[in-house]
């Protein structure tokens, strides 16, 4: 699950701090030991990230021009663009894994996080129960997306499931097998993510718009705005900050489903993913280092473009500063 | 006007009790009967997984396999949870889940405050470039780093006193150190944007007193980080406990997977049992919704930490 | 910082200074999970299992309970399921492995030793390698010419039928290609599926596979096939299936969500003609009458070396690196080259055929003992696609390329010669 730091600066919309923000003192300031106990403050994060994020990201880089069997380290040779050729024309899974990764950012983008929203802009009125909707929608947002797989299997079982029993097909031939059959499975599969990733929106939204000034609805009201105008020409481009959370999030969320496609069944068979084949030419019993990497650095290279695009919003005003 | 605004504002972040005030003086609310329908049929749609799950768990197998799993013949009672619990050895795995859970969440706080409070209470050169890279690392699919780490893990050669494997891979500390590495990004990022507010007197007050580095941020700033501690602590207890991939990746032995992960091989076992299997979902959910029911207010702040600056 | 959480009383400090105590004193106990190797030549080791199916799960119980009897070794079984364990085997060699673990012959074995993740078991040849026949010890032998495998049982690969349904309808054992196809077209009509197939777990279907090819180009083909001497693009693999495309339409429609184990039970309840599966098939008949109705024949001849080719997989153990270390677990795979092991393994799972020389075979069945001789007799033996080819190709091409087959009727050689190019260039 991606956590993103919701900078949102809702102070838009919020009135300013009353104290000035606290001045940073100079490092010069600090006597030799206090330097010390600074730099190793920062020192030890800075390795550990170093060595296990920051490394390792450029050494995938460097595996994806190799060819290894990933057993004994003679074994390592190079191997120039021979691996991204052959993903890009002969690797039977990654345009449909391509493919899929596509349909997942779209499906959430057009269906699950409008859903958020939509949930959030009708529980943020003054009904009974609000708490009680927001906390179901909120469930599934705390379950894994492995275990949400496993549940969604019962529900989705081709002879004993609730929806083939609701549906009244279960047991007879034409019941669907849901997450076997590969023309459906991906939007049975996408269905389960929407029930969790439309309950995390829908938090995001809640809070973006309680940042909002009521003053502002009211004004609109005043005007002659009925509520959908409001929504869309006040409030929505109010929550500016939070629009470009969900974004980013929506977009790395669809990055990064792995857990509940390798659940189901591995990711093959109509549930091929860019991380599930990284993992099924690491993990699985024909281990291709070579392939993999280079399948990770495409995944790496899709990836950078949310998260620059965010770290140069976030960031961006700071750098400036 | 601007004071009502405040005012009204501020106490509605806390409960929208205003904010209903204020609406009921403007005139009953137009949430008529259409979004009332809309918002219960959706909250039944919600329920209907996990609640298929439980009802499942709650059956006996004989029971089913006579009825059919869609009926409501036959008895009810926990006899699943029993057999689950012992056959699919989640004693083990709770366990396994609490070693993976402290040390890293411990861990990852500390080094993240650290780093927060060196980013945000000091300027120098690096500092910026070095909180943006920080909190990219966390935005990385993990599958990124998959291949590089496995290896470099099984390179790495453990006599067989500490690891009997004898290189890093299949270790606790292997997940343990990554899923910390993970996280460190996105709690240094809120705590530092966190410790950025906190007021300037009383670095003045330390400075004063003669107060080091060290006992600044242990005992000032850090007490005075509680709450974003406390949202982000229990955000990553529910990061980390959900967390199926590094244990994948890592660990071989089937004892010392985490429950969200041995759940796989519990699903492949179960396969025909969907009573037991079932009821080993929900056992492993029970946590989640402990520490939902216990802390969702901390949850929430932690995942919209730093809503509003100030 | 939002009004919200200020109310927040927990002294966390407090909170995670304590636990912060706790947590690394638990950290440094547990932070690998490793203590001394249970094998360190002290009368117990660890045992890997793939025998997760209940008659081979049971037979290697009797095994190890018989080893254990007899050595005073304590021997601990971690079974996983059988697909799984093939498929995480990689992982599996490379972090914890028990001292020692079920596995085949072939180049699935030899692939392993050579890259160094098995253990020597020479000198436990050296006791027992008077009880295999020279085909058993090539087998067993890896590229350096040390052994490396210990064989328990093989079984043969042929067509499985009921006999009573066959005696009802008329059918008769075809032994020609053009009369398997023609008894099929005639079971279709009279309502039965003709030819039982399940490929949900993909390998399966290499059996056919395995068998047109040797049947229509020849055993050392096939063999150059399986090691990428040979290209995929080619006639002589086309015409392996155009030929299998005579009979594609006569198997099971549902194949491909079945597993083996569900067309076993459709074979036993006469709702299928034939089933081409190895002898293992035998393990899902539990009613003795059903078991004693079952026929056997060999896969029939369609343009070279008549039926002398035979696929039978030799099934066994291995030790892993570190089990190489450990006295108990090569007294195991001593006590597995002997008659008296594999017979405390055999009683259980009848369905296979024993491979030690003194095996005791007189409780072996009529039918057994036909098994046994068709094994004999054989020309050529080849080990099953998965066996006998790179892991890579077997798992990630084969797989999902025969399932595309089995669907469509199609398959893109040409794109299996760059797959299998790239992946045998990548060891």
């Known amino acids: 699950m991606t956590a993103i730091p919701t900078d949102t600066v809702a102070a838009e919309s919020v009135p300013e701090a009353q104290e000035p923000p606290a001045r940073r003192r100079r490092l010069r300031q600090l006597s030799r030991g206090d330097k010390v106990v600074l730099a190793i403050m920062i020192a030890i994060p800075t390795l550990i990230q170093a060595l296990l994020i920051w490394i390792p990201t450029v050494a995938s880089v460097f595996l994806s021009f190799t060819k290894w069997n990933g057993l004994s380290i003679t074994n390592l040779r190079f191997a120039g663009l021979d691996n991204y050729l052959y993903i890009l024309k002969d690797y039977p899974p990654f345009w449909p894994a391509v493919l899929h990764n596509v349909i997942w950012l779209v499906f959430l983008a057009v269906i699950a996080t409008p859903l958020g929203l939509l949930l959030a802009v009708l529980l943020d009125r003054p009904l009974r129960g609000t708490r009680l909707y927001q906390s179901f929608f909120f469930v599934p947002v705390m379950l894994s997306l492995a275990l949400i797989g496993v549940i969604w299997q019962l529900f989705y079982s081709q002879d004993n499931g609730l929806l083939n029993n609701l549906l009244g097909t279960a047991g007879s031939s034409h019941a669907v097998d849901w997450f076997g059959d590969s023309r459906v499975n991906l939007w049975a599969a996408l269905i389960a993510a929407t029930w969790r990733h439309a309950g995390y929106i829908m938090i995001l939204y809640l809070a973006g718009l309680k940042g909002v000034d009521p003053s502002l609805r009211e004004a609109a009201a005043l005007d002659g705005a009925n509520g959908a105008q409001t929504f869309f020409r006040v409030v929505f481009p109010v929550m500016r900050p939070t629009n470009i959370i969900v974004v980013v999030i929506t977009i790395i969320e669809a990055l990064r489903a792995f857990d509940i496609v390798w659940i189901i069944n591995g990711g093959t068979n109509g549930l091929e993913l860019l991380s599930a084949l990284v993992v099924r030419n690491l993990v699985g019993e024909g281990q291709v280092i070579g392939i993999g990497s280079s399948l990770a650095v495409v995944l790496l290279v899709i990836s950078l473009v949310p998260i620059v695009f965010y770290l140069v919003r976030t960031f961006g005003k700071e750098a400036r500063e | 006007m601007t004071t009502t605004s405040d005012a009204l504002t501020t106490s509605a972040i806390v409960t929208g009790q205003d904010k209903r005030e204020a609406a009921r003086r403007h005139g009953p609310s137009r949430a008529g009967w259409a979004v009332y329908l809309f918002l219960i049929l959706m909250a039944l749609i919600w329920l209907l997984p996990l609640g298929w799950s439980l009802f499942t768990s709650l059956r006996p197998y004989a029971d089913t396999a006579k009825y059919g799993y869609f009926s409501l013949g036959g008895t009810f009672n926990v006899q699943n949870y029993i057999d689950a619990w012992n056959q699919g050895g989640f004693s083990t795995y709770f366990l396994n889940s609490v070693i993976y859970v402290v040390p890293t969440v411990i861990l990852t706080l500390f080094l993240a405050s650290m780093m927060a409070y060196a980013v945000s209470r000091y300027s120098w050169t690096f500092s910026l470039t070095l909180l943006i890279m920080f909190t990219a690392g966390n935005l990385l699919p993990p599958q990124v780093l998959a291949t590089p780490l496995f290896e470099a893990f099984r390179l790495l050669k453990l006599p067989y006193w500490v690891s009997d494997s004898g290189t890093l891979l299949n270790t606790y500390i292997s997940v343990i150190a990554v899923n910390t590495a993970f996280q460190i990004g996105f709690c240094t990022f809120v705590l530092a944007n966190f410790m950025k507010a906190l007021p300037n007197e009383l670095s003045e007050a330390a400075k004063v007193d003669g107060a080091g580095v060290w006992r600044h941020y242990w005992s000032i700033v850090l007490p005075l980080s509680r709450p974003a501690l406390a949202a982000l602590a229990t955000l990553e207890v529910i990061f980390i406990y959900n967390d199926f991939f590094w244990p994948l990746l890592f660990i071989q032995s089937g004892n010392r997977l985490p429950v969200t992960t041995a759940i796989n091989n519990l699903k492949g076992e179960w396969l025909t049992n969907y009573n037991l299997l079932a009821a080993g979902a929900m056992i492993t959910v029970i946590p989640t919704l402990v520490i939902y029911l216990l802390l969702q207010r901390h949850f929430i702040a932690g995942l919209t930490l730093g809503a509003s600056k100030g | ?65 018989a080893f254990e009897k007899k050595s005073g070794d304590k021997v601990t079984v971690n079974t996983s399921d059988h697909n799984s364990f093939q498929e995480k085997i990689n992982n599996y060699l490379q972090g914890s492995p028990d001292d020692a673990f079920t596995w085949f012959a072939g180049y699935r074995m030899r692939y392993f030793a050579k890259n160094d993740l098995l253990g020597d078991v020479s000198d436990v040849w050296k006791k027992v390698g008077g009880n295999y026949s020279d085909a058993m010890k090539t087998a067993s032998t890896g590229d350096d010419g040390k052994q490396y495998f210990v064989p328990n049982y093989n079984y043969p690969w042929g067509y499985f039928y009921r006999k009573s349904v066959w005696q009802e309808k008329g059918y008769e054992v075809p032994t020609k290609w053009d009369d398997l196809v023609t008894l099929a077209k005639k079971m279709q009509a009279d309502g039965i599926i003709p030819i039982q197939f399940a490929d949900k777990d993909g390998w399966p279907a290499m059996g056919t596979f395995d068998y047109i090819n040797m049947r229509l180009n020849g055993y050392q083909f096939h063999l150059d096939l399986c090691a990428h001497k040979e290209s995929w693009d080619q006639d002589k693999v086309k015409k392996v299936f155009d030929t299998w495309n005579e009979v594609r339409p006569y198997q099971d429609p549902a194949a491909l969500g079945l597993t083996w184990q569900d067309a076993a039970q459709k074979l036993g309840n006469k709702q299928a003609g034939m089933y081409l599966l190895g002898s293992f098939v035998m393990q899902q008949f539990t009613d003795p009458a059903v078991a004693a109705d079952i026929g056997f024949f060999e896969f029939p001849e369609i343009a070279m070396e008549g039926q002398t080719a035979l696929e039978a997989p030799i099934d066994g153990l291995c030790l892993s690196k570190k089990g190489a270390d450990s006295q108990a677990a090569k007294d195991m795979l001593a006590f597995m080259g002997t008659g008296e092991g594999q017979l405390a393994y055999w009683k259980a799972d009848p369905s296979n055929i024993m491979t030690a020389k003194d095996a005791d ?61 790239q992946l045998y260039s990548q060891q």
């Open chain 3, 1 to 65: 910082m939002p009004q919200s959480l200020s109310h927040v009383t927990l002294n966390r400090r407090q909170l995670f200074a304590g636990a912060g105590a706790g947590a690394l004193a638990l950290t440094l106990a547990s932070c690998t999970g490793g203590s001394a190797p249970s094998s360190s030549g002290t009368g117990s080791l660890t045992f890997g299992s793939n025998a997760s199916d209940p008659v081979p799960k049971k037979a290697y119980a009797d095994f190890v309970a």
């Open chain 3, 361 to 421: 075979t007189s409780s072996y069945s009529d039918f057994t003992k036909m098994l046994g001789q068709v094994i004999a007799k054989a020309g050529h033996i080849s080990q099953f696609f998965d066996r006998d080819a790179l892991p890579a190709m077997a798992s990630n091409v084969m797989i999902p390329a025969l399932q595309n087959f089995t669907k469509s009727g199609t398959i893109d050689l040409a794109n299996m010669e760059s797959q299998a190019k």
